[in-house]
């Protein structure tokens, strides 16, 4: 079993950004997009990152707010299952896009499905949302910051 140490309190050190963070992250979870969705998101681009941390956690909160094991087992290959709805399938595709802009930019065909799913604001905030998710991904994969236990 490989035990993962605290390379850098990132949070501690820096206090007044991790504080940042966290009120970006609280306010990414004040928006009208269903709270089932963005874990699905949060948790898919974590996985995409490797952040260990991250789909331990956002796996249980989908649990815990009723998603199904069989989703999320099918999570890294939603786009070959019938498993997720249009609407969730345009969000995994947009994080997935936006997750891996090494692989170029959000290409046109993935923002006009999300467009076509989400109205301005929710697409927005689903932009947002995703751009959190990232960003803890990357504290907690480059410091880890919180190993699990």
């Known amino acids: 079993m490989t035990t993962t140490t605290v390379r850098l309190a990132a949070d501690k050190l ?24 963005l874990e699905l998101v949060r948790a898919r ?18 649990r815990a707010g009723g998603e199904t094991e069989r989703r999320l087992y099918a999570l890294p290959v939603w786009s070959q299952t019938p ?5 969730e399938r345009a969000a995994l595709a947009l994080t997935e896009a936006m997750t891996r802009l090494t692989d170029g930019p959000v290409p046109d065909a993935v923002f006009g499905a999300a467009q076509a799913e989400f109205d301005e604001t929710e697409l927005a905030e689903l932009v947002w949302s995703i751009t959190v998710i990232n960003a803890w991904n990357r504290v907690a994969v480059t410091t880890h910051a919180w190993p699990l236990s």
């Open 83 to 87: 498993f997720f709805t249009s609407r």
């Open 14 to 37: 820096a206090p007044h950004m991790n504080r940042a963070m966290n009120a970006f992250d609280a306010a990414s979870r004040k928006t009208s997009l269903e709270a089932p969705l």
């Open 45 to 62: 681009a974590s996985q995409l990152n490797g952040c260990a941390y991250c789909v331990d956690t956002h796996n249980a909160d989908a």
